[in-house]
């Protein structure tokens, strides 16, 4: 069975600090990574992609991926209210056999 | 990005009735795809809508409660028949296109009583 595992939270972070989002995951011979950020009520936003071991930054938001040790973070930069939501990772091999996790709630305390 | 755009955005049901939800990318994407979230839970994919045959159901998904048509390249329909409770999800269209990536589109909020 494949999984994604994601600390379900709450995570409480102050605003201005760094917030760090962690995944793992089971199947070795996954390719893609994503980070979607859903807001209660709405559907899943795509903010970060990353095939590749490394870092990889976009804006306040930075991937890293660790393939020998199945693991993907998402760090958020300067944390703020509006960055308040659930994070989801998914994973897989093709676009059509993608594992979401089940997501960590982010709380930006102001 | 493609912009997905899905309704109802929300329905509540009776019991034993079917709920057709629609789906439009405003451009030609590759795949398409649905997925239902439950309360609380994470996204499971129900099936791969295929253009012009039958869609391609996951584990535990069943094209008579959930028949999908994909008539052409940016328009989906995803049926949930016979409705009962634990049918009370959201339910979400997907889609990629270049780069592979997957979006979303807005959701249907199904309340079966």
């Known amino acids: 069975q494949k999984e994604v595992e994601q600390n379900s939270g709450p995570l409480s972070v102050p605003e201005g600090a760094i917030a760090s989002l962690n995944c793992t995951y089971s199947d070795r011979g996954s390719q893609s990574f994503f980070w979607y950020r859903q807001y209660s009520g709405k559907s899943p936003e795509l903010i970060m992609f990353i095939y590749s071991n490394g870092d990889k930054e976009d804006g306040r938001f930075t991937a890293q991926l660790n393939k020998a040790s199945q693991y993907v973070s998402l760090l958020i930069r300067d944390s703020q209210p509006s960055d308040s939501a659930t994070y989801l990772c998914a994973v897989g091999r093709d676009v059509d056999k993608i594992i979401f996790g089940k997501g960590t709630r982010l709380h930006i305390l102001p | 990005s493609a912009v997905i755009s899905q309704k109802p955005s929300r329905d509540i049901c009776q019991r034993g009735t079917s709920l057709t939800i629609q789906c439009q990318v405003d451009s030609q994407v590759t795949m398409m795809f649905w997925y239902r979230q439950q309360p609380g839970q994470s996204l499971t994919l129900i099936a791969t809508?295929?253009?012009?045959?039958?869609?391609?159901?996951e584990s535990g998904f069943v094209i008579d409660k959930f028949p999908i048509s994909r008539p052409n390249l940016t328009f989906s329909t995803l049926t949930v028949s016979n409705m009962s409770p634990e049918d009370s999800s959201i339910y979400l269209c997907?889609?990629?296109?270049?780069?592979?990536?997957?979006?979303f589109g807005s959701g249907t909020q199904l309340s079966v009583l």
């Open positions: 997907s889609a990629t296109g270049v780069g592979e990536k997957l979006f």
């Open positions: 809508a295929n253009q012009g045959s039958e869609a391609t159901y």
